[in-house]
């Protein structure tokens, strides 16, 4: 007999048929032996009113439904089709559970039904996916969706979407099936029977998988073939005498590009890298938005590796840049070269599956969580397409993102060769592709990560380009500080138990006990000590909650976190010297326990050998989290009971959560002399490039900040392709009230009238820069308010639910609307052409200065005789508004205003600087409406 699935979506009043919300459509269609047999579809009258949101999300009004039958009237059409068959529902919690209530309202009896939700088949089926909404996947699947939230339209997406989900199935190795036969058990929809019918049906008829993936110990993996060695041309010609081949017209650029405009900034670019490089100088670039500066160091850098046979490393800050280097530069790079070039990414251990540690969590999925166990079954399917086993290519839940903690790479229970995975290791696979390279990718984090640790993870390099530069102090203070909280240790604690009755302690006692080693009082002593340490811990930490609780001149976050700076040795009080009494005891009580711990482990060394390979991979992850919780508690005690004049301390509490919601951190006052040291005097050439590095046309505040003062580096400016006086205008209203002359009450009042005036009066799309989360509260609250215009989203950071990259997708899809951002959102966002009109800066980025960091680069400055405000306040903040401008013109053909509601920028002498800094950009003054009736048309 064909499976019969019906596919329904409702469209509803409310989301409770018990607080009287009813159905107003409904969307059947009905599926056998994996055809569409059937399709229903009707408007349903629910005798109430249709909310107004609902008419706005879904279109249906109430004169729609007026004449349409109840659903009393459907039901005898309804319920033949969901006879004998499986409900599916895209979230099908919502459907049926609906469908049942309204049902029973209705005096009819629900039979129970097999469900699949296609959110959840989905989420395990599509683990790449970046989202997992109907409108989002029928874009992926290459489904029409001409109406969303209809329901006949969403029950036709739902349809076609469960039946690709139920062919992918059927498409995976029997292993995988395996694998997830018992885990499907616990998930929403009802796989169980689906699955032994897939395993039978493979079974019976002698599966082929071993020819498509390579399956190993009942895991069944991507089959990757060994990467062939290129055979190379013993002539290649140098960069000097390629590149005019390369540019000139109809060259090697022009074929690669299908509308090839010659860019002069480039060019130069291309000379400056490749001079440094065979020049041995450290070199400062900063190339204007549209230089084109990826592949403008990338070429030189290529021939570089490729002539001399040493490897090139290229830093990014963010994630996105390795994307576009990998997918959209790398391509290019490839038709452009007379070579074969090998690229290779390689980013921190924690971004790479650990197979070991997989393999050994699916051994516990009778105790996991909803969440874990639909994390397992994603990793299984990602398993047999994944090249790399980089956790960025999932998109994870929250429960999953914690699970990952327990599978990712690290060097503490790597087997090495004794692993039976370690040919097929992620990890080890990338680091290969990365030593046969000439060109690596990685980012800043990685890049310090090598410099600070005794064990080189990227090959040695003596040349780089740093790209994003302007971020490499921050990624180096970060890397260079410290920090500690509860949640760590009490995570660490968790995973391996307080007593010998559970976590990982429970399988140590059953080996001990199945090797037959000895048992003595050190059991009891270990209890003990970890019951103490854990208690002492939330004790301290509490203390520590208190104490800052205890102290007015607190700061709040961006988070709501409340943070207090602190000199461990000048703090006063009876608090202060119990936290540091309570620190010392849970320092002694770690050293003791971890050596106890540490004996009883070493008993397991000389068994080694005769060990499975299952409990040695079990003993080194024991042996990793005793490591990692004595490394906490050391950096608990440097935190307290230490103290460098050198670094600025500080703890951030959680004014609402619980009362051991603290952390503690540290960084670096001044990094100079730590990269000067260990990093530029080591490299033959660093190249550090990005659009913002210059102050009105100085690289000093850079070079003295980065520790470069002594290497006589050079620098260069290429400015930016763009025509800033035809494409772009910087407006001042002069109606807008000076900030210190009124509250951030008054002043957010006043700026969210602005706000809103523009997006009515341009129709477009504005995004409004914030420095502070509070004032992008109230000015969104005050617009909000104001707005009548339904047609205008307004979308918040913080305010609307949903990430960055989300928030940054609503407002590229929307006709007309306001993106309210803060930090985040002052660099790295691209909005080409239409997707956007009109930039707000609210105030000039100056960083708060109560921040610890700044506050004490602020002191050293003042204590050296220099101008705080001068040498480091106002740098920093003239970068960071160069990034917010260069928001507005990412192309040749954008055109748009910048608006700056800060009057500083014109009232102060050092205000003049942020318009030096800039573009040469015509800037006018005025009322707002007289500046809007002006540049209307602009």
Same mark, same amino acid.
């Given at each position: 007999m064909k499976?019969?699935?019906?596919?329904?979506?409702?469209?509803?009043?409310?989301?409770?048929?018990?607080?009287?919300?009813?159905?107003?459509?409904?969307?059947?269609?009905?599926?056998?032996?994996?055809?569409?047999?059937?399709?229903?579809?009707?408007f349903i009258n629910p005798h109430i009113p249709i909310p107004p949101f609902i008419e706005e999300l879904t279109g249906i009004t109430d004169e729609m439904v007026a004449k349409a039958p109840t659903f009393h009237e459907i039901i005898p059409l309804l319920l033949p089709m969901l006879k004998d068959a499986s409900f599916v529902a895209h979230n099908v919690h919502f459907d049926l559970n609906f469908l049942q209530k309204q049902l029973e309202d209705e005096g009819y009896d629900v039979p129970s039904v097999t469900a699949f939700d296609t959110v959840e088949l989905a989420r395990m089926l599509l683990p790449k996916q970046e989202s997992y909404k109907l409108t989002n996947l029928a874009d992926f699947l290459g489904f029409s969706h001409d109406r969303p939230h209809q329901a006949d339209s969403d029950a036709e997406v739902t349809a076609h979407l469960f039946l690709t989900l139920i062919h992918k199935l059927q498409t995976l190795p029997l292993l995988t099936l395996q694998q997830l036969l018992p885990i499907s058990r616990r998930l929403r929809s009802d796989l169980e029977r689906l699955l032994q019918t897939l395993i039978h049906q493979k079974g019976t008829s002698g599966t082929t998988d071993?020819?498509?993936?390579?399956?190993?110990?009942?895991?069944?993996?991507?089959?990757?073939?060994?990467?062939?060695?290129?055979?190379?041309?013993?002539?290649?010609?140098?960069?000097?005498?390629?590149?005019?081949?390369?540019?000139?017209?109809?060259?090697?650029?022009?074929?690669?590009?299908?509308?090839?405009?010659?860019?002069?900034?480039?060019?130069?670019?291309?000379?400056?890298?490749?001079? +440094?490089?065979?020049?041995?100088?450290?070199?400062?670039?900063? +190339?204007?938005?549209?230089?084109?500066?990826?592949?403008?160091?990338?070429?030189?850098? +290529?021939?570089?590796?490729?002539?001399?046979?040493?490897?090139?490393?290229?830093?990014?800050?963010?994630i996105p840049l390795q994307e576009q280097l990998l997918t959209r530069d790398l391509p290019i790079l490839k038709k452009l070269l007379p070579f074969e070039v090998v690229v290779a990414l390689l980013k921190g251990r924690s971004h790479y599956l650990c197979l070991r540690k997989f393999e050994q969590s699916l051994h516990s999925i009778d105790t996991d969580?909803?969440?874990?166990?639909?994390?397992?079954?994603?990793?299984?399917?990602?398993?047999?397409?994944?090249?790399?086993?980089?956790?960025?290519?999932? $998109?994870?839940?929250?429960?999953?993102?914690?699970?990952?903690?327990?599978?990712?790479?690290?060097?503490?229970?790597?087997?090495?060769?004794?692993?039976?995975?370690?040919?097929?290791?992620?990890?080890?696979?990338?680091?290969?592709?990365?030593?046969?390279?000439?060109?690596?990718?990685?980012?800043?984090?990685?890049?310090?990560?090598?410099?600070?640790?005794?064990?080189?993870?990227?090959? +040695?390099?003596?040349?780089?380009?740093?790209?994003?530069a302007h971020h490499l102090e921050e990624t180096a203070s970060e890397h260079l500080g410290m920090k500690a909280d509860y949640l760590s240790f009490s995570y660490l604690l968790q995973r391996l138990g307080l007593t010998w009755e559970d976590g990982?302690?429970?399988?140590?006692?059953?080996?001990?006990?199945?090797?037959?080693?000895?048992? $003595?009082?050190?059991?009891?002593?270990?209890?003990?000590?970890?019951?103490?340490?854990?208690?002492?811990?939330?004790?301290?930490?509490?203390?520590?909650?208190?104490?800052?609780?205890?102290?007015?001149k607190t700061t709040a976050t961006d988070t709501g976190r409340d943070r207090y700076r602190y000199e461990s040795f000048n703090e006063k009080g009876s608090l202060w010297q119990a936290i540091l009494?309570?620190?010392?005891?849970?320092?002694?009580?770690?050293?003791?326990?971890?050596?106890?711990?540490?004996?009883?482990l070493g008993q397991f060394h000389d068994l080694q050998e005769s060990l499975l390979f299952k409990d040695r991979g079990f003993l080194a992850d024991v042996d990793s989290v005793v490591d990692s919780l004595y490394d906490e508690e050391q950096t608990v005690y440097e935190l307290l009971l230490e103290s460098d004049p050198n670094y600025v301390?500080?703890?951030?509490?959680?004014?609402?959560?619980?009362?051991?919601?603290?952390?503690?951190?540290?960084?670096?006052?001044?990094?100079?002399?730590?990269?000067?040291?260990?990093?530029?005097?080591?490299?033959?050439?660093?190249?550090?490039?990005s659009a913002t590095l210059s102050v009105n046309g100085s690289f000093d505040y850079q070079k003295k900040k980065l520790g470069l003062e002594d290497f006589g580096a050079e620098t260069c400016t290429i400015a930016s392709p763009f025509s800033y006086k035809d494409q772009v205008r910087l407006l001042i209203p002069t109606d807008i009230p000076a900030i210190k002359e009124v509250s951030d009450e008054e002043f957010a009042a006043d700026v969210a009238i602005k706000v809103w005036r523009i997006a009515e009066e341009t129709k477009g799309k504005t995004l409004v820069l914030f420095?502070?989360?509070?004032?992008?509260?109230?000015?969104?609250?005050?617009?909000?308010?104001?707005?009548? $215009?339904?047609?205008?989203?307004?979308?918040?950071? &913080?305010?609307?639910?949903?990430?960055?990259?989300?928030?940054?997708?609503?407002?590229?899809?929307?006709?007309?609307?306001?993106?309210?951002?803060?930090?985040?959102?002052?660099?790295?966002?691209?909005?080409?052409?239409?997707?956007?009109?009109?930039?707000?800066?609210?105030?000039?980025?100056?960083?708060?200065?109560?921040?610890?960091?700044?506050?004490?680069?602020?002191?050293?400055?003042?204590?050296?005789?220099?101008?705080?405000?001068?040498?480091?306040?106002?740098?920093?903040?003239?970068?960071?508004?160069?990034? &917010?401008?260069?928001?507005?013109?990412?192309?040749?053909?954008?055109?748009?205003?910048?608006?700056?509601?800060?009057?500083?920028?014109?009232?102060?002498?050092?205000?003049?600087?942020?318009?030096?800094?800039?573009?040469?950009?015509?800037?006018?003054?005025?009322?707002?409406?007289?500046?809007?009736?002006?540049?209307r048309d602009f």
């Open positions: 499976e019969r699935y019906v596919v329904i979506d409702l469209e509803t009043t409310g989301h409770s048929v018990v607080q009287g919300d009813r159905i107003i459509q409904i969307g059947a269609i009905v599926i056998e032996g994996e055809e569409i047999v059937e399709r229903f579809s009707s071993e020819q498509q993936f390579d399956c190993f110990r009942q895991l069944a993996l991507k089959r990757i073939d060994v990467e062939k060695v290129h055979s190379e041309p013993t002539e290649v010609p140098s960069f000097t005498e390629y590149k005019e081949s390369l540019m000139k017209e109809g060259g090697t650029f022009s074929s690669a590009f299908a509308h090839y405009e010659v860019r002069e900034g480039q060019h130069q670019m291309m000379n400056e890298v490749d001079e +440094a490089f065979h020049h041995y100088q450290h070199k400062l670039i900063e +190339a204007g938005t549209g230089t084109g500066k990826s592949l403008a160091y990338f070429i030189p850098a +290529a021939f570089y590796a490729f002539e001399t046979g040493k490897p090139v490393v290229i830093s990014t800050q963010t969580t909803y969440d874990v166990l639909l994390t397992k079954a994603q990793i299984l399917i990602w398993l047999t397409e994944t090249e790399h086993g980089d956790v960025e290519e999932l $998109n994870l839940a929250s429960g999953g993102k914690a699970f990952w903690f327990e599978v990712q790479s690290d060097s503490n229970t790597d087997l090495g060769k004794y692993s039976p995975w370690f040919s097929r290791c992620f990890y080890h696979r990338a680091r290969k592709r990365a030593q046969s390279a000439h060109i690596i990718i990685t980012n800043h984090a990685l890049l310090f990560t090598d410099l600070i640790h005794e064990q080189r993870l990227l090959p +040695a390099y003596t040349h780089v380009v740093i790209d994003e990982m302690l429970q399988y140590v006692n059953q080996l001990l006990h199945d090797n037959q080693l000895e048992s $003595n009082v050190q059991y009891t002593k270990i209890e003990e000590g970890l019951q103490h340490i854990k208690e002492e811990l939330d004790e301290l930490f509490r203390m520590i909650h208190r104490y800052v609780m205890q102290k007015r009494e309570c620190a010392m005891r849970v320092h002694m009580g770690m050293g003791d326990t971890f050596r106890l711990l540490k004996s009883v301390y500080w703890i951030e509490i959680e004014p609402r959560g619980a009362k051991n919601a603290t952390f503690l951190y540290s960084k670096p006052i001044d990094i100079a002399e730590r990269l000067a040291d260990d990093f530029f005097a080591k490299k033959k050439s660093v190249i550090l490039t420095t502070s989360y509070e004032m992008l509260k109230l000015v969104y609250k005050h617009v909000k308010d104001l707005s009548e $215009n339904e047609s205008l989203q307004l979308i918040g950071q &913080g305010m609307t639910s949903g990430s960055r990259a989300k928030l940054m997708k609503s407002f590229k899809q929307a006709d007309s609307a306001i993106l309210f951002g803060t930090s985040s959102f002052w660099e790295g966002v691209d909005l080409p052409g239409d997707e956007l009109h009109q930039l707000v800066i609210v105030r000039l980025p100056f960083s708060p200065p109560d921040q610890p960091l700044l506050q004490a680069q602020l002191e050293r400055a003042k204590e050296e005789g220099r101008n705080p405000f001068m040498e480091v306040s106002l740098p920093q903040a003239i970068i960071r508004f160069k990034q &917010g401008f260069g928001r507005l013109i990412r192309t040749t053909r954008d055109k748009g205003c910048v608006y700056v509601f800060d009057r500083r920028i014109t009232t102060t002498r050092y205000g003049k600087l942020f318009i030096r800094s800039l573009p040469e950009v015509p800037v006018h003054e005025g009322k707002l409406e007289a500046l809007l009736e002006q540049f």
